[in-house]
């Protein structure tokens, strides 16, 4: 929905005019097309970096308007630091910096000369990672919004990146550039408001991703009680909204490997049911579908940069009500794998959805793996804060690879333990299972309980209640919908499992 900065890539060459950005490290330190540029400034940088308290210290920028010496209008002095030290994370905060200032500016262009101080030649892949974070910088949900009396039209923005080999810094940018839509993407399925994105219209969203080659099945109710998914049938009966199971699938790998499975709790809105939540914040509770989302936005960003493998997204479209038809605590209902389920909680609703939208994965697809993404626990929030979503896996290596793959996109994860000892507290007298363990330990018998559910195939859970919406924003991120999942996904399957 938001109209996002446009990037473009040019031979590195000191521009003559217009706002520019620079790159200066320690101790003013700048690149051979960056040092030609300042050349004319009387004494260089060094005093009006002097005067402003400026060193090139990572974050530390230095703002010269209409700079003496220089035909420019604008010169922005942005400072690394040690790029040494940089992590990807980093350079999407750096791009998110220029972006901020352009914005600041109100320029509609900027040029940012991307010869890094001390290395030669520049990575290709830097320059596009800095401008995925401008990108994401640019963001903004204003959809419903109407301009005001006298207030400026928003700046649509674009960036040139003067680098040493433009060919390079495009190829790199193809990939980001799909990663980056799958990230908005998933941002505005979260930011929309819920009367306007119910289940039919999640799953339209979904079927627009046939643009990219994605085939997409889109399951009704009919097809689901065909199917016995009496869990996820259950939390949807309570809504005059249908529900819907979303399958989405890229076949980019070998015709007969097995495919990578993602899984998404799409919980439209979640009013917690007979079991109702207060009434305080209960507006983001729209954003209890940001498993689904993340699910979607990530094979918005496979297909969109057209990764060799092959995946399945799967997610599970209900919303959650209390209305005279609502399933209620005490119901036991039957899951599509024929395991009984005791409600003591229809709050408790989210692993209900997955308990069958995972075992028709598992059942259908026999898929390499299965990871799931769900706001599932507010018992996340108390672990982890907003700093980590929390994982839960039957497999180590499984797990070691997204921890890597957190690390290095900066969207991380924290294990959390599975044990019998924990799935000792969702056993019951009355049914196979009940659907909440109490409030010690909260989410992790919530992935005790969906573990049963995965037929023992390679599986992890994501709880990412703390993620998706809500934390501090931060350089490239000024959204309330954060799109988390996306890129720490597309990493994991860029780094370990494309042919």
């Given amino acids: 929905m938001s109209k996002l900065t446009k990037i473009s890539f040019a031979k590195a060459e000191a521009p003559q005019d217009g706002i520019v950005v620079v790159l200066a490290g320690e101790e003013l330190a700048l690149g051979k097309v960056a040092a030609e540029l300042v050349a004319p400034l009387a004494g260089g940088l060094a005093r009006p970096a002097a005067v402003a308290g400026f060193s090139g210290k ?119 550039e799909a990663v980056s839509g799958g990230v908005c993407l998933a941002r505005d399925l979260v930011n929309l408001p819920p009367n306007d994105l119910g289940t039919v219209e999640f799953a339209e969203k979904a079927k627009e991703l046939e643009k990219l080659g994605v085939e997409v099945e889109i399951l009704g109710e009919k097809e689901l009680k065909k199917l016995k998914m009496g869990a996820l049938l259950g939390v949807a009966q309570g809504s005059a909204r249908p529900p819907r199971l979303a399958i989405m699938r890229w076949n980019g790998g070998k015709k007969d490997d097995a495919p990578l499975a993602f899984v998404g709790k799409g919980v439209v809105f979640d009013s917690g049911g007979i079991s109702i939540k207060p009434g305080a914040g209960m507006d983001e509770m729209k954003g209890d579908m940001g498993g689904a989302a993340a699910v979607t936005g990530l094979m918005h960003a496979l297909a969109g940069r057209k990764a060799k493998v092959n995946v399945v997204g799967v997610i599970g479209l209900v919303e959650n009500m209390p209305d005279a038809g609502a399933y209620r605590p005490g119901d036991i209902l039957t899951a599509m794998s024929g395991t009984t389920i005791e409600i003591l909680n229809t709050d408790a609703e989210g692993r209900l959805v997955l308990a069958d939208a995972l075992w028709y994965t598992q059942e259908r697809f026999k898929p390499a793996f299965m990871i799931d993404l769900a706001t599932l626990t507010g018992a996340v929030l108390v672990a982890l804060g907003h700093e980590h979503a929390g994982m839960y896996s039957n497999n180590d290596e499984l797990a070691d690879r997204l921890n890597a793959a957190g690390k290095s996109s900066g969207e991380t994860v924290w294990r959390m333990p599975l044990s019998k000892a924990y799935d000792k507290l969702i056993d019951t007298p009355n049914a196979d299972v009940k659907n909440t363990g109490g409030r010690m330990g909260g989410s992790i018998t919530a992935a005790q309980f969906l573990q049963r559910f995965t037929n023992n195939v390679t599986w992890a859970h994501l709880d990412i209640a703390g993620t998706a919406f809500g934390p501090a924003k931060h350089e490239y991120n000024q959204s309330w919908a954060t799109g988390y999942g996306v890129r720490l996904l597309d990493r994991l399957v860029a780094d370990f499992y494309e042919v």
Wanted: hydrophobic residues 50%; negative net charge.
């Fill in 58 to 176: 990572k974050g530390s920028s230095l703002d010269l308007i209409a700079p003496a010496g220089l035909s420019l209008d604008r010169l922005f002095v942005f400072g690394t630091g040690d790029l040494a030290v940089y992590a990807e994370e980093d350079w999407l905060k750096l791009g998110g910096s220029i972006q901020a200032c352009a914005l600041s500016a109100k320029a509609a262009r900027v040029t940012v000369v991307f010869d890094l101080p001390g290395e030669a030649p520049v990575d290709a892949d830097k320059a596009a990672l800095v401008a995925m974070g401008a990108v994401l910088r640019s963001y903004v949900f204003d959809a419903y919004k109407s301009p005001k009396a006298g207030e400026d039209a928003p700046v649509n923005v674009k960036i040139e990146f003067a680098v040493e080999d433009p060919k390079a810094a495009k190829k790199a940018w193809s990939r980001y």
